[in-house]
């Protein structure tokens, strides 16, 4: 049997493919893919110069679909359940995993991201895929492409933000750099979990103005009295937590002079910024003491559990766009552009 999957083939270069279905291991589902996201890492890996694989690989770590055949060892799944993708491919045993903390498996070594689909397996972007059946998520009746982007775009900002509570206190201000697929997310999130305050930061206009509908209780336009303007927020302290979806040098920057003493700086997005962080006095524009620097990998299984409840209870909605699983040129051009609203969904 064949399908169509689309693939990165060369360096830059992103081809539908007609392929072999999967084969599928004794501990593993096939999916049938209802939905796949596209992620800023799918960009990035599409960007790069040199070769992913040695082969052609699918690309997609943001996926929901059918579940078509069961590994003959897997127990408790059944044809033609729906659910998502965990997106961490971890052991499952090692100290990390047995505390939860899939999302740093040690089988992984010091890179700590476990092997996920789409960035070495192949992904989702296709009309079926093989996953491990520990990494299935139910999601009842929810619809494919509002699911997907749970699986990144709900998970990691819920793992970060779970690595400040801490910090978000009733009256606390989060703020939420870049408002794309992970952005938008978060918001809500800080929403539906906190009564914090929320302030959203970004240079576009329309993405300000989606932040405000996400629930953003202040939007600021990104420049260079931003940092300013967090201070004058927060009588001159900073914030509780500075979210920071994009991680380029001026957003890591903005994190450290806008982040209070004691604070939360959490790097999410791959932007690979460098935040100038020196060991010398607090004071000025530099971090302050007792802030915390974390960079946020994915998300542990709960993350996910607790943000498909939250979907599923109407508390957190992903704005997409769709496209057929054939145009994804079309919408990577379009997520490089920055004109996705939200998240860009493929439908193969
Ligand atoms: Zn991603
Ligand atoms: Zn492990």
């Not at 770590?61 to 059944?78: D, F, K, L, M, Q």
Request: glycine residues 12%; negative net charge; contains cysteine.
């Amino acid at each position: 049997m064949s399908m169509r999957a689309m693939q990165l083939t060369a360096p830059g270069t992103l081809e539908l493919r007609t392929v072999p279905v999967p084969d599928i291991g004794p501990d593993d589902l096939l999916l049938r893919v209802g939905a796949a996201g596209i992620c800023h890492s799918d960009s990035f890996v599409l960007s790069l110069p040199f070769p992913m694989s040695d082969k052609p690989l699918t690309l997609g770590h943001e996926i929901a679909g059918t579940i078509e055949s069961v590994g003959p060892r897997v127990a408790g799944r059944s044809v033609g359940e729906r659910g998502i993708v965990y997106l961490c491919w971890s052991c499952g045993e090692c100290r990390e995993c047995l505390r939860g903390n899939e999302n740093v498996c040690l089988a992984a070594g010091r890179t700590a991201m476990p092997p996920c689909p789409g960035l070495g397996p192949d992904g989702g972007m296709a009309e079926y895929v093989r996953i491990p059946a520990r990494s299935f998520v139910p999601i009842g009746d929810m619809d494919f492409a509002q699911a997907a982007p749970l699986a990144d775009a709900a998970l990691t900002p819920m793992h970060a933000i779970r690595g400040a509570s801490d910090q978000l206190w009733p009256g606390a201000t989060a703020v939420a750099i870049g408002i794309g697929g992970l952005g938008h997310v978060a918001v809500q999130l800080l929403k539906a979990m906190t009564e914090t305050r929320v302030i959203a930061v970004d240079v576009d206009a329309d993405k300000l103005a989606l932040a405000t509908a996400c629930g953003a209780d202040i939007a600021l336009q990104a420049g260079d009295a931003t940092a300013a303007a967090i201070l004058e927020l927060t009588g001159g302290r900073g914030a509780e937590a500075v979210f920071d979806f994009v991680g380029a040098d001026a957003t890591a920057k903005l994190a450290v002079e806008a982040v209070a003493p004691n604070g939360a700086y959490r790097m999410v997005g791959l932007a690979g910024g460098v935040p100038g962080i020196d060991s010398g006095p607090a004071g000025g524009p530099g971090l302050p003491w007792g802030a915390t620097v974390r960079k946020s990998y994915g998300g542990t299984r709960t993350d996910l559990l607790d943000a498909v409840a939250l979907a599923a209870a109407g508390k957190v909605r992903a704005e997409i766009e769709r496209f057929d699983l054939a145009d994804a040129r079309t919408a990577f051009d379009r997520l490089d552009s920055g004109a996705i609203r939200g998240r860009a969904v493929l439908i193969p």
